[in-house]
């Protein structure tokens, strides 16, 4: 597909989901929607360093973390984000998984491989510690209950307002990443993953390339915990366990990494098993095991590959069939 092709598939899937959403959706089925969006927005965010710069991360949860926790310690403790002040929560919730990411990055991004996926668990767990630890700041175990919903003239408590808002962030996460990675600095972030020896002697700083990609994958994780936190309406230690880092891993490898959308299929299908197929079987979480085991065996590429493994399939089909055409000939 041409890329003006998969633009034009990607709009006409958000309509129909929108018009499913309208019309035929139940509240409970709603949720869900919304809740995939939201891991969506975070699955996007880690394929810009798993996909596109081929450094795999185990700690996206952190900034999911901190921009939820930013999000309930002013609503709580300062009545932020119950009006127009919402907005301005959305912007410190990106600006402050920025900066963690920026802090983080100085020690992960001198690592490679292994290495820096442990360092990205450890930097991890350290936000996990903070938020069980610092009781009096995160409520420790017990979280910080949310009180509400913000009202600005749009009530956000009604499910489908809320939808349409975090379906907006999302299109818009969806659009500024696409422009990013097909920008030059997109493509050199590419190219670090092909062959990082190469870029350093064409004359690239690569460092401060994935330094980059490392923060703004930040800020878009803290974006969707801000999200998260008034959706789930409790922020809690769970938020930014180990779990959730290997969930966003895993989303991005389901859907296909550097893809973008790949990592929205992928979270769609994990957030539906999890949430909705749970209600339906108690063994669930074996069919979710399932489908990670058989995409890394059979779809490497993940479920956004399956167009090109038909492709060559068809093409040593035809390559198959010419070769015996011309030795029959002979």
Request: proline share 2%.
């Amino acid at each position: 597909m041409s890329e003006r092709a998969k633009i034009i598939a990607v709009v006409a899937a958000l309509v129909v989901l929108v018009l499913y959403m309208q019309f035929g959706a139940t509240s409970f089925v709603r949720l869900v929607i919304t809740q995939a969006l939201i891991f969506g927005i975070l699955a996007m965010s880690l394929d810009i360093l798993l996909g596109y710069t081929g450094l795999p991360s185990l700690g996206q949860a952190a900034y999911l973390g901190m921009g939820a926790y930013v999000a309930a310690i002013l609503t709580t403790r300062f009545g932020f984000g119950l009006d127009w002040t919402f907005w301005l929560l959305i912007v410190l919730g990106f600006v402050i998984g920025a900066v963690t990411a920026a802090f983080f990055g100085l020690f992960a991004i001198r690592a490679t491989g292994v290495y820096f996926l442990m360092i990205t668990l450890a930097l991890g767990q350290c936000v996990w510690g903070l938020a069980y630890r610092w009781n009096s700041l995160t409520g420790g175990d017990n979280g910080i209950n949310m009180p509400g919903r913000p009202d600005f003239g749009l009530d956000l408590s009604n499910d489908m307002n809320f939808f349409y808002v975090v379906l907006g962030f999302f299109v818009a996460t969806l659009a500024a990443l696409y422009l990013l990675v097909k920008s030059p600095f997109g493509r050199s972030l590419v190219g670090i993953r092909e062959s990082e020896l190469r870029m350093r002697m064409l004359g690239y700083n690569t460092w401060l390339h994935k330094y980059v990609a490392f923060i703004i994958a930040g800020g878009f994780g803290g974006l969707a915990g801000v999200l998260w936190a008034f959706l789930n309406g409790l922020v809690s230690p769970e938020d930014v366990i180990l779990a959730t880092s290997v969930d966003a891993l895993l989303m991005v490898v389901l859907g296909g990494p550097g893809t973008l959308i790949g990592g929205v299929i992928g979270a769609g299908l994990v957030v539906f098993v999890r949430e909705y197929l749970s209600t339906v079987v108690e063994w669930w979480q074996y069919v979710l095991g399932g489908m990670y085991v058989l995409t890394i065996l059979y779809l490497p590429g993940g479920l956004m590959g399956i167009p090109e493994r038909i492709r060559q399939r068809r093409a040593q089909a035809a390559g198959a069939v010419r070769a015996e055409a011309v030795s029959t000939s002979h």
